[in-house]
């Protein structure tokens, strides 16, 4: 079945520092991919999306580009602040049939931004 | 109001006790999930709803109980819950997910403790 794998956090930076954050995924065919973002306190938001291979998503300064052929989707800023701090989740939609509506999830990646 | 709101935000109940969880969302959609964020596991979906049909029951308990009265309003009632269903319910909406690929818009959670 669909998988999605995040690399370990927490991820601790400094303000202006670069930040990766890895997503690789195991689905089948060329499915969309997600970043979701979840601020303190509050549900997540979408934050980027590619719909197919190298596609980049942007927003915010987050950029991901999706790779068919190393099957991921990597985060990254080139300088973070302080206002980022919050926890990120690569996202996999369901291809079809009765997988419609379906978002598989990793583990999320908490990221704390220090001034 | 706009988005997607819940209610309550926090509820502790013990093991005996009937509670239930509220989300609506003021988008227009057509269909809403709810899922389960626990410490240091992925998202859960557990119950898909499109068109106030259940599409989705992803193997959970009968403790958890859906309802879906109309497209705005999602319910999760709660019976005889254990320790371990403790976590942050999210509830979220979407437009028809079989009509092509849409963002999921996540309410901020109701933090769920049983004691």
């Known amino acids: 079945g669909d998988s999605v794998t995040q690399m370990e956090g927490p991820v601790t930076l400094s303000e202006e520092a670069f930040l990766t954050i890895n997503c690789t995924y195991t689905?089948?065919?060329?499915?969309?991919l997600f970043w979701y973002v979840q601020y303190p306190g509050e549900g997540l938001q979408l934050l980027l999306k590619?719909?197919?291979?190298?596609d980049k998503g942007s927003n915010k300064g987050f950029e991901a580009t999706y790779r068919k052929e190393t099957t991921s989707f990597h985060l990254e800023k080139g300088s973070v602040q302080v206002s980022d701090s919050a926890v990120y989740f690569c996202?996999?939609?369901?291809?079809?049939?009765?997988?419609?509506?379906?978002?598989?999830f990793g583990q999320g990646t908490i990221l704390t931004v220090h001034p | 109001e706009t988005g997607v709101t819940q209610t309550p935000r926090h509820l502790v109940m013990g093991m005996t006790n009937k509670k239930s969880l509220k989300c609506e969302q003021h988008?227009?959609?057509?269909?809403m999930y709810w899922y389960k964020q626990s410490a240091k596991k992925p998202l859960e979906l557990m119950f898909v709803?499109?068109?106030?049909?259940?599409?989705e029951n992803n193997s959970v308990p009968s403790r958890f109980s859906p309802e879906c009265p109309n497209s705005s309003h999602l319910f999760l009632h709660l019976h005889t819950l254990q320790p371990e269903d403790s976590a942050l319910y999210l509830c979220?909406?979407?437009?028809?997910?079989?009509?092509?690929?849409?963002?999921?818009?996540f309410g901020p959670g109701t933090r769920l403790t049983v004691t």
């Open positions: 979220a909406s979407s437009q028809n997910p079989t009509g092509g690929l849409y963002e999921q818009y």
């Open positions: 988008l227009g959609h057509n269909a």
């Open positions: 709803y499109n068109f106030k049909e259940q599409t």
């Open positions: 996202a996999l939609p369901g291809a079809g049939g009765t997988s419609y509506g379906k978002l598989t």
């Open positions: 590619a719909t197919k291979a190298d």
């Open positions: 689905a089948t065919g060329y499915p969309s």
